[in-house]
């Protein structure tokens, strides 16, 4: 009898016990998360639960108090200077505001990270008009950030950020302040760089409706900690009163505002 062989899973981010406090307020309190390849992982929760603070140690915007990050296999949080370059070049970030140069046009906008890293200027060119298409956006290069919508300027946030060719992309409350077309947009865009560049996701996200039509899984922040982990149907089959609350977003309910 033949046996059919399955592929691995990989785990392309391993989270364990992260801990961080600000001024005596714990915000994160031991947080184990594994993310694998190629995957969307929704991280979601309740404002303040410390979701953007996970991603913010994730490039090294904060250094943990206690507990490990593992990229590819390679620690980071206790990595030296070379390591942390080498494991950062595999990330790219989409900010909740885009985090867009005012001053520079979003030509110069989408080839910032390619003109630093030392690509010649006619690859450049190539590459960004390829992103700017990938977004739906060709044609906009000499516009500069002042002269198009917020959702636009978010879809040149990640032609920005995928330009760099990352394995990982971190997605900071993508469809905060844009209109449901536009969210909807970005969530088609977030599961086109999974299934055409096999890119691997982190989208920390408040928006339920976002979460259910792109994550391949779920994580849930609670008092610091991840309650739940699991697929979009299991946290809609789950009957733990908060994540019941919350999913439903109800008022009433184990936790109030």
Known sequence: MSSVQVRPVK????IE???????????????DLGVYEGEVLCVIGRSGSGKSVILKHLIGLLVPDAGTIHIDGVEFTGADERERRAALTKIGVLFQGAALFDSMN??????????RRGTPEDETSRIVGEMLELVGLRGIDER???EISGGMQKRVGLARAVAMKPEIILYDEPTTG???ITAGAVNRLILKMRDTLGVTSVVV?????????????????????IAFAGTPDELKASEDPF???FIEGRADGPRVA
Do not use: C, Y
């Open 243 to 245: 994540i019941r609350q």
């Open 17 to 31: 016990d992260l801990r961080k406090s600000f001024a005596g307020k714990t915000v994160l309190a031991g947080v």
């Open 144 to 146: 500069m950030p002042s």
């Open 11 to 14: 785990v392309t981010i391993q």
């Open 178 to 180: 844009v209109d449901p």
């Open 106 to 115: 979003i030509f110069d906008n989408v080839a910032f990270g390619l003109r």
């Open 205 to 225: 996200t408040h928006d339920m409706e976002s979460a259910w039509h792109i994550a391949d899984r779920v994580a849930m922040l609670l008092d610091g900690r």
